[in-house]
């Protein structure tokens, strides 16, 4: 299943919803992100000072700018290089996987 960027009156509301008592699966059922993807919002925004008890006000522009913009996809993060080396990629530098010594024969 392909990447989907959760819009931010999306994330509001969840965010809504759990200040309101609610669990994580009955978020889920009247909003489109999948539980998964409300855990992680719910996560983020605690970890950025959301407090069950403070109410809806806590929920301003700046707030929510901060909660999407750790939920936003990081470019350019490279999970490795072992992708790259099975397809003989190019690595940064402008050599190939290929291309570099072996430890055997480095010597």
Same mark, same amino acid.
């Given at each position: 299943m392909?990447?989907? =960027? *959760?819009?931010?009156? =999306?994330?509001? =509301?969840?965010?809504?919803?759990?200040?309101?008592?609610?669990? @994580?699966?009955?978020?889920?059922?009247?909003?489109?992100?999948?539980?998964?993807?409300?855990?992680?919002?719910?996560?983020?925004?605690?970890?950025?000072? @959301?407090?069950?008890?403070?109410? *809806?006000?806590?929920?301003?522009?700046?707030?929510?700018?901060?909660?999407?913009? =750790?939920?936003?996809?990081?470019?350019?993060?490279?999970?490795g290089?072992?992708?790259?080396?099975?397809?003989?990629?190019? @690595?940064?530098?402008?050599?190939?996987?290929?291309?570099?010594?072996?430890?055997?024969?480095?010597?």
């Amino acid at each position: 299943m392909a990447f989907r =960027e *959760v819009p931010v009156f =999306e994330v509001r =509301e969840v965010l809504q919803l759990w200040l309101d008592g609610r669990g @994580l699966r009955s978020i889920a059922a009247v909003t489109p992100p999948d539980r998964k993807t409300i855990r992680q919002v719910v996560d983020v925004a605690v970890g950025l000072g @959301l407090d069950r008890d403070g109410g *809806v006000g806590q929920l301003d522009d700046a707030f929510m700018s901060l909660v999407r913009a =750790e939920l936003a996809p990081r470019a350019g993060v490279r999970r490795g290089l072992g992708g790259a080396q099975r397809r003989g990629q190019r @690595l940064a530098g402008g050599c190939s996987p290929r291309a570099l010594p072996d430890a055997a024969t480095a010597s």
